[in-house]
């Protein structure tokens, strides 16, 4: 796996390279380094929605930068694919988080996550963004930044995210009857389009949890048992 690979690498007694040279940037690097040439139209590059925290300020600069270079397709398929490899590889999380890396540790770490995001990122966007990150030492922020990332496509393509939580997994067939009905239902606006995800939680233990945005429809069993139990205990 890639974090083993990493943590022999950092293991290693590191011998200096001529080309890991410490850069000055400015306090705010990731936003500054993409302020290249001004768009024609500011509103064409501005973040769809509002982000908070410091991961949704890098996202948000990332944005930016890819819209600057009409690549937000290829940003957000480099993107999916780092995600991917977290999720693959639960290791390689920590070792981004850890405190102890060296320069020359997140240079060899940016090396490595740049052979799996692939050819779409074809002006270098996401190559330089994680640079950005290793030099300020926030390659922890990585998953953070690939999420936040996706919430702001799914809003720049106009989708609404339909999560459905069941107990078990949900066939084809059921969860396009219950994206046909949402579709059509006053939670979903015009001309927007439903971006539908299946979850699978045993502790519901039946029924369906339904996410519409920010809304929350409660049809499982556990809610129904809940509420029973409470209302026994209120007539006791």
Known sequence: MLSCRLARQASRAAVPRATIVPRTVPASPAVRRYAQAAPTNRQSV??????????????????????KTS?????????????????????????????????SDRA????????????????????NFLNTLA????????????????????????????????????DNKTLS???????????VGQGKKLKVTNKVNPDILGGLLVEIGDRTIDLSVSSKMLKLNKLLTDSL
Not at 108 to 119: D, F, N, T, Y
Not at 177 to 187: D, F, G, I, M, T
């Open 135 to 170: 030099e300020n030492n926030r390659l922890g922020l990585i998953e953070g930044v690939c999420t936040k990332f996706e919430n702001l496509m799914s809003a720049w393509h106009q989708e609404v995210e339909l999560t459905v939580t069941s107990a078990s997994p949900l």
């Open 177 to 187: 009857r219950l994206e046909s009905a949402v579709a059509k239902s006053e939670y």
């Open 46 to 67: 501005k973040p769809p929605i509002p982000l908070f925290g410091l991961d949704g300020t890098y996202a948000s600069a990332l944005y930016t930068a890819a819209a």
């Open 71 to 103: 690549t937000l397709d290829g940003v957000a398929k480099s993107l999916a694919a780092l995600s991917g490899l977290l999720k693959k590889d639960p290791k390689l999380n920590t070792i981004l988080h850890a405190p102890t890396l060296k320069p």
């Open 108 to 127: 060899a770490i940016v090396g490595e996550l740049i052979k799996h995001i692939g050819v779409a990122d074809k002006q270098d966007t996401v190559k």
